[in-house]
C-alpha cells in the first residue's frame, strides 16, 4: 500500500469507526426493541384467543342450558331451532339416557369436536366445538344430553385473527395433512407450521418468510391448537436515516482524507512519475530537486541511479538479443517434440552459444548399467578419449562405420565424427563421473585444478560441468525391459529412478577459463535438461498408462488393435505367420459370484502373471475386457499356437489359484480353466480383424465343446467357423492340431458338431 493509501486508510479508520460502531449499535438496538415488541404483541394476541375461545364456550354452555331447561321435547326442540337460526350456535344435537339421538338441527358438523371442558385427544384434526349438558328430570334421573356445537371454519378463524391482529392457524392432526383452516397466505403456512412444530411452551419461534411465530396448546376453556403469527417489525424509516448518515459521515471523511493525503504526498509524487517513466523503460527520466530535505536527497539519487542504469542497458542490449535467439529456439523445441535426443542437443547448442564454449557434452546416467551415456556433442573434433578416434578408411561420406560417422574435412582427409553414445564414464571416474558422483557443480583449469580426466572422457583445457536431476519417484532399478530400464514398444515403465545427467562445456573463447556467471547460466540449461527429461518421461508414462490395463499391467484392447495391424503388415511384409490366441477364462461368472468381486481380480491378476510366463519377451499379451485375453505370436503357425495353448491351459488348469480369505475364513483356492480359440494369418484371415474374429469363433467352439480346451479355426467361409477341435489336456491328440467343427486334419475330430451358445456376452 503506497503512503497516500496508509494515511487515507488511517483518517477514515479514526473518522468512521466510531460512526459505524454507532450505526450498528443503534441498529441492534432497535432491532431488539422490535424484538420485544414482537413477543408483546405475540403474548396479548395469546391471551386474546384464550380469552375469546373461553367466551365462546361460555356462550355455547348457555345456549345448552337453554335448550336442558324445557321438559316438554317440544318445547326443547324448538329452542334448539331457534339458537341455530339466530347464528348462536351451528348446530344442537339432543340424546336420550340410552345415548340416541333424539333430536338434532340441520348443519351437524361431523366428528371429532374439541369439548370445552373435556380432555380433548390431541393429534386430532377437529372440525368444531362442543359443549356437552346432561338433562335430569325432577327426581334427578338422567334423561338425555344435550350438544351444542360450533363448527370450525375460515370465518371463525378470520374473527380470532380480526380480534387479535395476528394471522391464525389451526393445527391439523394426523400425519402431516393438509391445512384447512388458517388465515395464512398459502404459500406461507408451511413455513408457520415448521416453526410451529420447533416451538415448545410459550417460546417464540421465526420463520424464513420474516414471520414470528406463537403455538397455543389447548387447556381449560381453550380447546383449540392454534398457531398464532405476526409479520417481523422493521422500523425501516430509522434504518434509512442511519444509512443516509453513515453514507454522509462517510462521504465528508474521504474527501478529507483525499486533502490531507495529496497534501502531504504531493513532494512525492514527481518521484513516483519518474520512477514509472524509468519503469516503463525511460531511462531519460529525471527528478527536479526542489530543496536538500529527505525528499531532495532521495531525487538526487534517484537521477545519479538512473544515469549508471542506462550505461548498464545499452551495454546488455546486444547480449540479450543475441540470447534471446536463443532462448527463442530452446522454447520451440520443448514446446513441440517429444525427441529427447533433439531437446538436449538444443539446449546444449544454446549453452555454448550463451557461455561462448568451444564444445559441450550431455550424459545421462544409464540406471542398468550405473554409467554415464553420452546423449549429445558439440565441437569434440580434437577432444574426443584418447584410443576412440581414427581414421575410417574407405567408408562414404555420412556412412556409419563401428559406432562412427565418417565425415570429410575441409582439406579432404576423412576423420569419425564418433556417435556421442561412445561416451561411457563410470560414476565417481574422472571430472564427469565426480560431477555426478557427488552432485556438486564443477569449473577451472584440467592442469591446475584438477581432477585426472579418464580415458573414456572428452580431452579439456578448461571445464564447467553441472550435474541435474529430472524429478520424478525413486524406485528400485527394473529388472525386465528393453535397454535402460524401459519397456517393450520403447514406454518407460512406471516408476523409474529420477535419471541423473550431467552438462559440461569445455575451453571458452577468448578467455582462459569460465567464471561464475557462467557457472549459473550453464546450472539454468542444465535445469532445461532436466525438465526436458522429466516431460519425456510423464509422455511416454501417459502413453503407456492409455495403453495398459490397470488391474493385470497387460496391454489394453486398444493397444490390441494398433499393435495386431502393424504385426500383420510385419508378416505380410516379411512373409511370415502370425498366430492369435483368443482366451476366456471359464465360468468366471460362478467366481465373482461365489467368492467376490475381489477375488475375481486375484484370479484376473494371477491369470494374467502365469500368461506373461510362458510367453516369450517377443509375443505380446493383451486383457480385452472382462476375463477376456488375447495373445499375439509373431512368426508362429498353428502347430506352434497350439503348443503355446496347451501350455498356457495346463499353467493355468494345474495350480489353483489361492484367494484371501474373508475375515475369519479359512484360506483357499479356486481352480480355473481357460479355452483358448487360434486363429493364424494369413490362412485364417486377409486383415488383423478378421484373423481376430477367426479366433474368437475358435474361442466359441471350444466352449460348446466342453471348456478347459482349445481349438484351431478352420479354413474355409467364416459363417461355419469351420475349426478343428482338440483337447486342451496334458496328451495333445495323435495329429497334433484340433479344429473346431467336429474335424481334424485326417477325419472326423473329438468335438462336438452340435449347436454352439449364442453369443450374447462375453461372459462365459
Not at 320 to 342: I, K, M, N, P, W
Request: hydrophobic share 40%.
Amino acid at each position: 500500500m503506497t503512503l497516500r493509501g496508509r494515511l487515507t486508510t488511517a483518517f477514515l479508520a479514526v473518522v468512521l469507526g466510531p460512526v459505524l460502531l454507532g450505526a450498528v449499535f443503534v441498529g441492534t438496538t432497535v432491532a431488539a426493541v422490535s424484538y420485544e415488541r414482537t413477543v408483546d404483541r405475540l403474548d396479548t394476541a395469546a391471551a386474546t384467543v384464550r380469552t375469546s375461545v373461553s367466551a365462546l364456550c361460555q356462550q355455547m354452555l348457555a345456549a345448552a342450558d337453554a335448550v336442558a331447561v324445557p321438559a316438554d321435547p317440544a318445547r326443547r326442540a324448538g329452542t334448539a331451532s331457534q339458537l341455530v337460526a339466530r347464528g348462536l350456535v351451528s348446530a344442537v344435537l339432543i340424546s336420550d339416557a340410552d345415548g340416541r339421538d333424539a333430536f338434532a338441527t340441520a348443519g351437524n358438523p361431523p366428528r371429532p369436536w374439541a369439548d370445552c371442558a373435556a380432555q380433548n385427544v390431541p393429534g386430532a384434526d377437529y372440525e368444531a366445538i362442543a359443549v356437552r349438558v346432561e338433562m335430569r328430570a325432577e327426581s334427578g334421573a338422567l334423561i338425555g344430553e344435550v350438544t351444542v356445537t360450533q363448527v370450525l371454519d375460515r370465518a371463525f378463524l378470520s374473527r380470532l385473527a380480526a380480534a387479535t391482529g395476528t394471522g391464525v392457524t389451526l393445527l391439523p392432526g394426523g400425519a402431516a395433512p393438509a391445512v384447512r383452516h388458517t388465515t395464512e397466505p398459502a404459500t406461507g403456512v408451511d413455513a408457520v407450521l415448521d416453526a410451529a412444530s420447533r416451538a415448545e411452551g410459550d417460546a417464540i419461534a421465526e420463520t424464513g418468510t420474516g414471520r414470528y411465530v406463537r403455538r397455543i396448546d389447548p387447556s381449560p376453556g381453550q380447546p383449540l391448537p392454534l398457531v398464532l403469527s405476526v409479520p417481523r417489525g422493521q422500523p425501516q424509516g430509522l434504518y434509512v436515516v442511519l444509512i443516509g448518515a453513515v453514507l454522509a459521515a462517510g462521504f465528508a471523511a474521504v474527501v478529507a482524507a483525499w486533502w490531507l493525503a495529496r497534501s502531504t504526498t504531493r513532494p512525492l509524487a514527481e518521484l513516483a512519475r519518474a520512477a514509472d517513466r524509468v519503469a516503463d523503460g525511460d531511462l531519460a527520466a529525471r527528478v527536479p530537486v526542489h530543496g536538500h530535505d529527505e525528499v531532495g536527497r532521495l531525487a538526487d539519487t534517484f537521477n545519479r541511479m538512473t544515469r549508471e542504469t542506462q550505461s548498464y542497458v545499452q551495454a546488455l542490449t546486444a547480449s540479450r538479443d543475441q540470447l534471446r535467439g536463443h532462448l527463442a529456439v530452446l522454447g520451440d523445441t520443448l514446446s513441440s517434440t517429444h525427441d529427447l535426443q533433439r531437446i538436449l542437443q538444443v539446449i546444449l547448442q544454446t549453452a555454448l552459444a550463451a557461455t561462448g564454449a568451444r564444445a559441450g557434452v550431455v550424459l545421462l546416467l544409464d540406471p542398468a548399467g550405473g554409467l554415464l551415456v553420452g546423449q549429445c556433442a558439440e565441437g569434440l573434433d580434437e577432444r574426443w578419449p584418447i584410443g576412440r578416434t581414427g581414421p575410417v578408411g574407405t567408408a562414404k561420406v555420412g556412412a556409419r562405420t563401428n559406432g562412427a560417422v565418417a565425415v570429410q574435412d575441409r582439406s579432404g582427409t576423412r576423420r569419425a565424427d564418433h556417435d556421442p553414445a561412445a561416451l561411457r564414464v563410470a560414476l565417481g571416474s574422472g571430472l564427469l563421473g565426480a560431477v555426478a558422483a557427488t552432485g556438486e557443480p564443477r569449473r577451472g583449469r584440467v592442469d591446475r585444478d584438477g581432477p585426472h580426466l579418464s580415458t573414456h572422457e572428452p580431452r579439456c583445457r578448461t571445464y564447467v560441468a553441472v550435474p541435474f536431476s529430472a524429478p520424478g519417484p525413486a524406485a528400485e532399478t527394473p529388472t525386465t525391459g528393453g535397454p535402460a530400464g524401459r519397456l517393450p514398444g520403447g514406454l518407460w515403465p512406471p516408476a523409474l529412478p529420477a535419471s541423473l545427467g550431467v552438462l559440461a562445456l569445455y575451453d571458452r573463447l577468448g578467455s582462459d577459463e569460465f567464471d561464475d556467471t557462467d557457472l549459473v547460466t550453464l546450472r539454468t540449461f542444465a535445469g532445461q535438461a532436466a525438465v526436458a527429461v522429466d516431460n519425456v518421461r510423464v509422455h511416454e508414462e501417459a502413453q503407456r498408462l492409455s495403453l495398459t490395463d490397470p488391474l493385470t499391467g497387460l496391454w489394453n484392447y486398444r493397444y490390441l488393435k494398433e499393435s495386431i495391424r502393424r504385426e500383420v503388415e510385419r508378416a505380410n511384409r516379411f512373409g511370415r505367420m502370425l498366430t492369435v490366441l483368443a482366451l476366456d477364462l471359464d465360468r468366471f461368472k460362478h467366481v465373482n459370484d461365489t467368492h467376490g468381486h475381489a477375488a475375481g481380480d486375484t484370479v484376473l491378476a494371477e491369470f494374467a502373471r502365469r500368461l506373461r510366463a510362458e510367453i516369450r519377451e517377443v509375443d505380446l499379451a493383451f486383457r480385452q475386457g472382462g476375463e477376456e485375453f488375447a495373445v499375439l505370436l509373431p512368426e508362429t503357425d498353428a502347430a506352434g499356437g497350439v503348443i503355446v495353448a496347451q501350455r498356457l491351459a495346463a499353467a493355468v488348469r494345474d495350480v489353483p489359484i489361492p484367494i484371501e480369505p474373508h475375515l475369519g475364513a479359512a484360506p483357499t483356492s479356486i481352480p480355473v480353466t481357460v479355452s483358448i480359440g487360434i486363429a493364424v494369418y494369413p490362412d485364417h484371415g486377409a486383415t488383423g480383424d478378421q484373423v481376430l474374429d477367426a479366433a474368437d469363433e475358435a474361442l466359441y467352439a471350444a466352449k460348446a465343446a466342453g471348456r478347459d480346451t482349445h481349438r484351431v479355426a478352420r479354413s474355409g467361409p467364416r459363417p461355419e467357423a469351420g475349426e478343428i477341435a482338440g483337447s486342451a489336456g496334458p496328451q495333445p491328440p495323435d495329429d497334433g492340431v484340433t479344429y473346431a467343427g467336429g474335424r481334424s486334419a485326417d477325419g472326423p475330430g473329438g468335438a462336438s458338431s452340435g449347436p454352439q451358445p449364442p453369443r450374447q456376452s462375453r461372459g462365459r
